[in-house]
């Protein structure tokens, strides 16, 4: 990681920053590429665009790291809420939540709870289709408790999905055992700063990883136990090279799916669902959004010219 991605992935951690940055104007200017608005009126509405244009999508309400418990059940209440305007609007959309703002940090019972009932609603939010709770990755640190509450709460009710990160030399471990499962699983690339001891710091190390783990979560023996496979990534090389491959299996571009991020890569959004392959995006919204963004500048620091840019023309 070089050091401006460093130095970006640290802001994103600093409270100091998180506390004051968002109130500037070109910091607010530059994140709204990122994100269709802070109120969830925002993000449905743009669910529906993308939903005409055959995307289906994610969404979430920025927030980590929870410390109290009122405030993960007011994280739970939304959530219920959102679930209930997605099944009136008939939206293809699902959710995916972080522990941590489900109260991993207090209590991993009471974050369990959460969760549990966020997946419940989850079932029930589509009476025509069944719809997945994803849980997003955070942090090493938190790795194993994410993976321990997700494969506990899969004994329960199997609509659940988890996130797993290519950059982690751990990951092709973790993937043998949802691929066991028969897990919904979506593969990222990671999106944290992590040691060289447990995470590949070189680039081109990541991406193999990431296609190799592609290759495990749609294998034959995956398909078999029922894996959904959603490869998480802007990556145009990563994503030719794995449909290449999954076209040569035999798989067919409706069982080969994909997901962005709001804002990023639009023209390939739209060419993956033209072209018949599952294409779907992760809508971000809500007011707490200064770690994510400087993570999201982390991932392209050319993205910090945008800030720049808006620092000229606020
Ligand atoms: C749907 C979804 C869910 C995610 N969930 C998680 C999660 O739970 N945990 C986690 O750790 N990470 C998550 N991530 C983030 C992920 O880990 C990466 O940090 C992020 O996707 C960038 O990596 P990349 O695969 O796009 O590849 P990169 O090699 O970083 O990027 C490939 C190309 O995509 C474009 N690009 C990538 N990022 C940006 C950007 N920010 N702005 C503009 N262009 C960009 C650039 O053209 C770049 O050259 C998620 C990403 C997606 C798409």
């Known amino acids: 990681m070089n050091s401006i991605r460093r130095m970006l992935v640290k802001a994103s951690e600093s409270r100091w920053l998180r506390e004051r940055a968002p109130r500037l104007g070109f910091v607010r200017g530059a994140a709204a590429r990122f994100m269709p608005g802070e ?47 997605v099944r009136d609007a008939d939206l293809p959309s699902e959710v995916s939540v972080k522990l941590t703002q489900l109260g991993l940090d207090l209590d991993r019972e009471f974050c369990f709870a959460n969760l549990a009932t966020l997946i419940e609603r989850s079932r029930a939010a ?59 699983v979506r593969l990222v690339k990671g999106a944290y700063s992590e040691p060289p001891e447990i995470a590949f710091p070189k680039k081109e190390d990541v991406d193999e990883n990431f296609f190799r783990l592609s290759q495990m979560l749609l294998s034959p023996e995956a398909r078999r136990a029922g894996v959904r496979a959603v490869m998480a990534t802007h990556d145009r ?33 739209l060419r993956l669902a033209r072209e018949g392959y599952r294409s779907g995006v992760l809508i971000s919204y809500g007011s707490f959004w200064f770690p994510w963004f400087m993570r999201r500048l ?17």
């Open 237 to 269: 090389k990563l994503i030719a090279r794995i449909s290449e491959w999954a076209a040569a299996q035999g798989i067919a571009k409706s069982q080969l799916e994909f997901a962005m991020l709001f804002g990023i890569q639009r023209a390939e959004q």
């Open 298 to 314: 982390a991932e392209r620091p050319a993205n910090v010219l945008f800030l720049v840019r808006n620092l000229f023309s606020s």
């Open 39 to 85: 109120k969830p009126e925002e993000a449905l509405a743009a669910a529906r665009t993308l939903a005409d244009s055959g995307i289906s999508t994610l969404l979430t309400q920025l927030g980590e790291n929870i410390a109290v418990r009122a405030e993960a059940e007011k994280v739970v209440a939304h959530y219920l809420d959102l679930l209930e305007r």
């Open 126 to 184: 589509s009476p025509a289709a069944e719809k997945t709770l994803w849980i997003d990755m955070e942090q090493s640190a938190y790795v194993d408790a994410t993976l321990e509450l997700h494969a506990r709460a899969r004994k329960k009710n199997r609509n659940v999905g988890v996130c797993v990160q290519a950059y982690l030399r751990r990951t092709e471990k973790d993937v043998e055992s949802v691929v066991s499962m028969g897990a919904a």
